[in-house]
C-alpha cells in the first residue's frame, strides 16, 4: 500500500475535525428528527426519593429519576437489582404484592399517583404494562383481547368506536395486517411474537400516557424481538416508555436513555447509579460499575 | 466483590492492542534500516525496506481482521470499544508510517551513485529520523500506559521535527547553484516531508491515547486552528 512521493496532499491526514461541534451537530439533527415524529406529547415521570419495601426488606433506595416524555428508557442491571420492582412502582403494580410498601413520590406531569386522593386503578389506565411472557386472554378472540380494556373503562362505548380503536390499537402495535382476518380466534393461537405485540395493543388501546415493559423480549426469537424493538421506535412518538431488560445490547439499540441499578451486595437494596443518554452510557460511562456492567466483566 | 467475567473476551482484547502496538516495532525496525540507507546511500538496503513493508501492511491486515471479528462476536461497548476504536486508527497510523519509509527509500536511488552530499543537511535529517524513531517508542509507552501527558508530550517532540524540517529547507534553498547538489537537496527534501510526517502520525497516535483515557477526542494541535487547538 506504499503511495508515490509525488503526493505532497496536506488536507489528507491534516484535515479540520471539530468532533464536539460535528457530535453537537448530529445530537440536535436526531432531537430534531425525534421531535418531528412526536405525535402526541405524553407524560413526564418523575421519581423523588422513591424506596421500596417487601415486608421488612429494603429493595430499593432512594431512586431519584426523570423519565422524560416520549423517550424510552431502559432500566438495566443484575438480577435482584430492584429494576423491576421499580418498574412496578411506576402504576402502583408493587402495591398489590402482599407486604409491599412503596415510600417517596412518583409523579406524572406533577401529579402524585400515591396521593390518597388517586385511584391505583386510573393509575394504571394511564401507566400500561406489557409483560415479560406474553399473556393474552386464552379464552378470548384478538378483537375481544384488544378490546378488554375498553369493556372495562369505557363503559357504553359503541361497537363502531371499538372496532375503530380495535384496528388501530392493532395497527399500532404493527399486528393489523397478520390479523386483520381473523379477529374472531383466539389470542392464544397467535406466535409469541405476534402474541406479545397483541399485549401491547391492548395496553395502548386505553390510551395510556406512559407504557411499562418488563423484559417484553425475553421469551421471543429473535426477529420476533427486533419487530417489538421496531415498534417501540414507533410507540415512542405516542407514548412515554419504560422497558425493563437484561440484554444490554437491546438496551444500546432500543432505547434514548439508559439507567443502570446496581446492589452493593446480596440482601442490601438496589440503587440506581448512573443515568444518562444511551449512547453515553456505552462509550463513555461516568462510574467504573456502570463501565463494569455494560461491558459485562460483572453481572 | 463480583468474579470477574469475559475472561477469554478480556484475553483476546489484550492479544489485539500487544499486536496492534507491536505494528510500531515493525515501523521502528523499518525506520532505522531507512535511516541507514539515506545516511550510506545503501540502494540495496533501501530495496530491503520496500520489500519488507508487506509485513507491516499484513499487519494491518491481521489487526483489521481481529477488530471486525472482535466486534460482531463481542459487541464491546464503553471503555473496550474506544481501544478497539482507537486501535484502528494506531493500526492506520503504523501503515502510513511504513509507507513513509518506503517513499524514502524509493527516492535515494534518485540520487545516484556518488550524490554531492550536504553533510550539514544529511546530518539534520538523520536528526529528524531519530527524534521520529524516539517518538515511536514514546507513543507506544504511551499507549501501553495509557499515559496521557506522555502522550501530549509527542506534540512538543514534534516541534523538534518540524523546526529542524524548516531549517533543512532553508538549506535546501541555499544549497548553491550546482544543479546535482540542488536536485540531491531537492530529493532530500521528500525524505525530509516523509519523515515529517511520520512524527505527525506518532501525534496522532497519542491522541488515541487521550481518546481511550477521556472518551474525547480532540487533536492535541489544529493546524488550521493553532490558537484554539490543544484542548
Known amino acids: 500500500m506504499p503511495e508515490t512521493t509525488t503526493d505532497t496532499s496536506v488536507s489528507g491526514e491534516n484535515q479540520t475535525v471539530t468532533p464536539e461541534l460535528t457530535a453537537t451537530a448530529e445530537q440536535a439533527k436526531t432531537k430534531k428528527r425525534d421531535a418531528a415524529r412526536v405525535d402526541h406529547v405524553a407524560t413526564r415521570v418523575q421519581v423523588e426519593d422513591v424506596n421500596l419495601y417487601y415486608g421488612n426488606f429494603h429493595a430499593v433506595q432512594g431512586v431519584t429519576m426523570t423519565i422524560e416524555p416520549n423517550q424510552v428508557t431502559a432500566l438495566i442491571g443484575s438480577s435482584g437489582c430492584g429494576k423491576t420492582t421499580v418498574l412496578r412502582c411506576l402504576n402502583r403494580m408493587h402495591e398489590l404484592t402482599p407486604n409491599a410498601r412503596v415510600e417517596g413520590k412518583v409523579l406524572l406531569d406533577d401529579h402524585d399517583i400515591y396521593a390518597p386522593d388517586i385511584d391505583p386503578v386510573e393509575v394504571r389506565r394511564l401507566v400500561g404494562m406489557v409483560f415479560q411472557a406474553p399473556n393474552p386472554f386464552p379464552t378470548m378472540s384478538v378483537y375481544e383481547n384488544v378490546a378488554a380494556g375498553l369493556t372495562l373503562n369505557r363503559k357504553g362505548i359503541s361497537k363502531s368506536q371499538k372496532d375503530e380503536i380495535v384496528e388501530r390499537s392493532l395497527r399500532g402495535a404493527h399486528l393489523w395486517e397478520e390479523v386483520k382476518d381473523r379477529l374472531d380466534r383466539p389470542g392464544s393461537g397467535l406466535s409469541g411474537g405476534q402474541q406479545q405485540r397483541l399485549c401491547i395493543a391492548r395496553a395502548i388501546a386505553v390510551e395510556p400516557q406512559v407504557v411499562l415493559m418488563d423484559e417484553p423480549c425475553s421469551a421471543l426469537d429473535p426477529i420476533a424481538t427486533l419487530a417489538i424493538e421496531d415498534l417501540i421506535e414507533d410507540l415512542k412518538t405516542r407514548y412515554t416508555i419504560v422497558i425493563v431488560t437484561h440484554n444490554m445490547q437491546q438496551a444500546a439499540r432500543a432505547s434514548d436513555v439508559t439507567a443502570f441499578f446496581n446492589l452493593e451486595?446480596?440482601?442490601?437494596?438496589?440503587?440506581?447509579?448512573e443515568m444518562g443518554p444511551t449512547q453515553k452510557m456505552f462509550t463513555t460511562p461516568e462510574k467504573k460499575e456502570t463501565e463494569d456492567y455494560v461491558s459485562g466483566r460483572f453481572g | 466483590m463480583p468474579e470477574p467475567a469475559r475472561l477469554h473476551y478480556q484475553d483476546d482484547l489484550d492479544n489485539l492492542e500487544a499486536h496492534a502496538l507491536g505494528g510500531l516495532d515493525l515501523v521502528i525496525a523499518s525506520l532505522d534500516r531507512t535511516l541507514e540507507a539515506v545516511e550510506h546511500q545503501d540502494i540495496e538496503l533501501s530495496e530491503l525496506v520496500i520489500a519488507d513493508d508487506d509485513r507491516i501492511d499484513g499487519r494491518y491486515l491481521e489487526v483489521h481482521q481481529e477488530i471486525l471479528t472482535l466486534l460482531a462476536t463481542q459487541a464491546p461497548v464503553a471503555t473496550d470499544l474506544r481501544l478497539i476504536s482507537?486501535?484502528?486508527?494506531?493500526?492506520?497510523?503504523?501503515?502510513?508510517?511504513?509507507d513513509q519509509c518506503v517513499n524514502i527509500s524509493k527516492v535515494i536511488p534518485l540520487t545516484g551513485h556518488e550524490a554531492p552530499v550536504h553533510e550539514e543537511m544529511i546530518e539534520k535529517i538523520l536528526m529528524m529520523g531519530r527524534?521520529?524513531?524516539?517518538?515511536?517508542?514514546?507513543?507506544?509507552?504511551?499507549?501501553?500506559?495509557?499515559?496521557?501527558?506522555?502522550?501530549?508530550?509527542?506534540?512538543?517532540?514534534d516541534d523538534l521535527i518540524d523546526d529542524l524540517n524548516k531549517e533543512c529547507f532553508q538549506l535546501a534553498v541555499q544549497v548553491g547553484e550546482d544543479q546535482d547538489t540542488r536536485e540531491w537537496a531537492m530529493t532530500m527534501m521528500l525524505v525530509a516531508r516523509a519523515i515529517e510526517r511520520i512524527g505527525d502520525n506518532a501525534v496522532d497516535i497519542g491522541e488515541q491515547v487521550a481518546f481511550v483515557v477521556t472518551g474525547l477526542?480532540?487533536?492535541?494541535e489544529d493546524a488550521s486552528h493553532p490558537a484554539t487547538a490543544g484542548g
Open chain 2, 86 to 98: 482507537a486501535l484502528l486508527h494506531v493500526m492506520h497510523s503504523i501503515e502510513r508510517m511504513g
Open chain 2, 131 to 157: 527524534q521520529a524513531r524516539s517518538m515511536l517508542s514514546q507513543a507506544k509507552k504511551a499507549f501501553q500506559g495509557r499515559d496521557v501527558e506522555l502522550a501530549r508530550d509527542l506534540v512538543r517532540q
Open chain 1, 265 to 273: 451486595a446480596t440482601g442490601k437494596p438496589g440503587h440506581l447509579v
Open chain 2, 217 to 220: 477526542f480532540r487533536e492535541f
